[in-house]
Each structure stands twice: as C-alpha cells, then as structure tokens.
C-alpha cells in the first residue's frame, strides 16, 4: 500500500523518521488545547483532586489499573495529523473531545479503584470479566449510552462506566432527561453519586505508568502508517465478486453514456463514510476503509455506471456499504462465512 501524502522532499524525509526520533511533546502540541478543555471541564463538574496525566503513544488508551491517558501521538504534530487525515481518517475535535472523556473514565475509576465497589459491580458487572475485542452489540440497547462509535458500553463493564461516565461529564448534555426513562440512567445516576463523594477526596492510586510512549516506539512514521492503513482494508479483499456487478455495469458494457463506477464511489466517499459511521457505530477508519475498497475493486474490474443514475448508485452503495459494516460489527470481518 502507498501512503498519499504530499510528494516533496520534507514529506518523505518524515515518513522515513523513526516515531521516537521525532521528539514529540504534549506541550504546545495542537491536542493541548483539548486536554486544557478537558481539565475544564473537570473542574466545572467539580472534579478538584483527580488530575490524571496524559502521554502521548500509539492509539487512544488507558493502560489497565493505572490513572493515566494515551493521546495518539500524530495530534501532536500537523504534518502527521495530515498524513493521518488522508490515510485512516483524522478524529474531528469533537470525536477528539469524546475520546478524552471516555479515557478520563478509566482513568478515574483507577484512581480510586472504584471497580472494587460492590455497589460498582452490582451495577456495571465484574471487572475481572474476560476482555473480548470482538463483541456482539445489541444495538439501540436502552441498557447502555451512547457515546462513542460501536455501542461501545457494551464491550466490556469497565467500557460502560468509562462511556457513562463520559456521558456524565459531556457539557451541555442534561443527561437526566436524555436518558429518562432508560435502563442505563441508574448507571448515570451511580456515576454521579460516586463521583461527588470521591473527588472530595484524594485518589488512591495517584500515579501511573503508561504502556507504550512515543519515546520506545522504533517504526518509522511510513511503517506506522502503512501498518494501520493495511490492517482496516485487508479484511474484504474478496468481498465484492458479485455484488457490485448487481449494482454497476460490467466492462466493455455498449450502454452509454457511462462513467467509470470507482468515480462515482470516490465522490461519495466523504458522504458514505459519515453517514455510515454515524448510523452502524463502526469506526470512521473501518467505514472509510470499506468505502475505499469498494471504489479499488470496481476500478479493478472496469466497473461502470451509467451518468444521471448518481443518486440510485448511492442508495445502492450505501446499503451495500452498511450491511459490510453490520458484518463486520457482528464477525469481525467483511468475508463471507
């Protein structure tokens, strides 16, 4: 795969810079500001004595136990914030601002290691409960929020604090009234009980340890990038041998006038991407993936469409798209099984 960036000297010279050589600091960086925000936003709640620290590594992360909080470390630097935008899809500063909240949730559930509560249990389930990175969602379950893409809450007990917690600490969401009448509002309302008696009150675990930080991390920024990039789109390579054909015209087809179908994809992509992320919960990268791969396999078969048909092409290239994201929400993968 290769990485589309810009085509100039100083690119190139950073795709080839090991990340660790980068010397990356949270200070100043454009996430700074968010994490400003983010403090604010403590504060406002007044959450006074939990200050988690934040470092900057691979992906989004709360190192399991420890009260601390990954920022992936592309943020930190526009250059490769771009590079990210083009390759993967780069979080918008509101799914930057959702991802801080979630994380600040396991960070403060660690610090005062309120998994340990019975009443925590009893409400969110076992901590100790094996850690499944795929899971089958319900979605629209009323037993959980809404916050991040995926029906995140439901992966794991300690995710559906971390989601109702960032929920809780959302600004401007009254949440007594969006959740009234919901399963999941006796979670909101534990959350808010535990957090006013906790923060009153200095953290039990008031320092951590971090995973993996961009000081440790050898991969040159090209290889980080192609890595991430292959792993969203290796999965549905065989996923389109018929479908397409039933939604666009074979090659060599004599209707006319026509226009290459890998067109018609790329010029929705922005579209179909969003639209689909924001209705199955699946991932902008894995979504935006899917869109890609489609617009790469009907440019490998010479697919074609025919001009004034857009908007019938787009229905059909919307649910084709979404029933690939269900699958791959449910299994895991886009293949057939």
């Known amino acids: ?3 589309r960036t810009k085509n100039s000297a ?9 990340i660790r050589d980068l010397g990356l ?11 400003r925000r983010l403090e604010h936003e403590l504060e406002l709640k007044r959450v006074q004595r939990f200050q988690p620290a934040f470092y900057l590594t691979d992906e989004w992360g709360c190192p399991s136990g420890q009260p601390v909080i990954g920022v992936p470390f592309y943020l930190a630097h526009r250059e490769l914030a771009n590079i990210e935008k083009r390759t993967n899809g780069l979080e918008t500063p509101r799914e930057i601002m959702m991802y801080l909240r979630h994380e600040a949730g396991h960070a403060f559930n660690y610090a005062y290691r309120l998994y340990r509560r019975r009443d925590w249990r009893d409400t969110f389930g076992p901590y100790r409960r094996p850690y499944h990175d795929e899971y089958r969602p319900v979605p629209f379950s009323r037993d959980y929020v809404r916050h991040l893409p995926g029906w995140y809450a439901q992966k794991h007990p300690d995710e559906d604090f971390a989601e109702t917690f960032a929920v809780w600490l959302t600004p401007q969401l009254d949440w ?4 009234r009448g919901w399963a999941c509002i006796e979670k909101l309302q534990l959350v ?9 009150r200095e953290p039990v675990v008031k320092r951590g340890r971090p995973d993996i930080t961009t000081d440790q991390m050898r991969a040159t920024v090209g290889e980080y990038f192609e890595r991430v990039a292959a792993r969203s789109r290796a999965a549905f390579k065989s996923a389109f041998d018929h479908e397409l054909r039933d939604i666009f015209l074979a090659a060599g087809s004599r209707r006319r006038p026509t226009r290459p179908a890998a067109e018609i994809v790329e010029g929705h992509e922005v579209a179909l991407t969003n639209t689909i992320t924001s209705w199955t919960g699946v991932g902008r990268p ?8 489609i617009a790469d396999a009907c440019r490998e078969r010479g697919l074609r469409g025919m001009r004034g048909k857009e908007k019938d092409y ?7 798209a979404t029933a690939l994201a269900i699958h791959y929400l449910a299994r895991g993968k886009y293949h057939k099984v």
Do not use: N
């Not at 100083?10 to 090991?18: E, H, I």
């Not at 808010?192 to 009153?200: E, K, Y």
């Open 314 to 320: 787009l229905v059909h290239l919307t649910a084709y």
């Open 176 to 179: 007594r009234r969006r959740y």
């Open 10 to 18: 100083r690119a190139r010279a950073l795709l080839r810079t090991p």
């Open 25 to 35: 600091k949270l200070t100043g960086s454009p996430v700074e500001r968010m994490i």
């Open 192 to 200: 808010d009980r535990l957090v006013r008696a906790s923060s009153r």
């Open 1 to 3: 795969m290769k990485l």
């Open 286 to 293: 894995v979504v935006r993936g899917i869109v890609q791969s």
